[in-house]
């Protein structure tokens, strides 16, 4: 069974995302076990710190590397783990790193906030990884996205209906447009083909309307 360790000045902020849908599922079948670890608990001082002024100066504040190598430490024992930052600053995310952590054993998680983190726990770090080009306040929503992610690429996790090979960046292409009943909606008909019952047709319509999305929103996919 995969294992996912995460890292956080914010544990409430896991419990209601991985206690809903289909990582709740997954770890009910035992496919993951998720924990989910305050970073204060390593501290060792009785105000519990884990950030301090940056040297140099400069605004806001930095993760103290202690409380990060003490957790770290604790959480691998005597397993082989990968450890991950989510940082801004990191390599940006896309399916195929997420299929690569999807095939590990143990990944331990660490969420940065603040400013940033000591540089210094590059030492235990195997990588960092962003999930794009925005600011956010800190790695907590990262560490989730990464989370769901990866739950979804382990086998037995997805049922049928939510298969994988059809799905928009394992052909490099967005996906078509989807419809449902009623055939008519506020007077705005379902297109012909996807009534016709002929697969053929409408494997080669739905092939049309991805390249054409593709083309007008995300050229840089062709
Ligand atoms: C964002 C911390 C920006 C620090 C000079 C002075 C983790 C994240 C994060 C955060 C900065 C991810 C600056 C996408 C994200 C994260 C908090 C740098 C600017 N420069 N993926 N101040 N976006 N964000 N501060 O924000 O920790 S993964």
Known sequence: MLTIDIITI????????ISAS???RARDKKKVKIRVH????????KHRKVDDRPFGGGPGMVMMPQPIFD?????KGRRRARVILMCAGGRCLDNRKIKAL????NLIIICGHYEGVDERIMKIVDERISIGDYVLTGGELPALV???GVIRHIPGVLGKAESLEDESFEHGLLEYPHYTRPAKFKGMPVPKVLLSGNHKDITAWRRQQS????????????
């Open 10 to 17: 914010f544990p409430g902020m896991f419990t209601p995302v």
């Open 102 to 105: 999807a095939k590990r054993q």
């Open 211 to 222: 390249l054409a999305r593709t083309r007008k929103v995300r050229p840089d996919l062709l």
């Open 38 to 45: 305050d970073l204060r608990d390593y501290t060792k001082d």
């Open 22 to 24: 289909i990582i709740k």
């Open 146 to 148: 990464v989370t769901d």
């Open 71 to 75: 957790a770290v430490k604790k959480i």
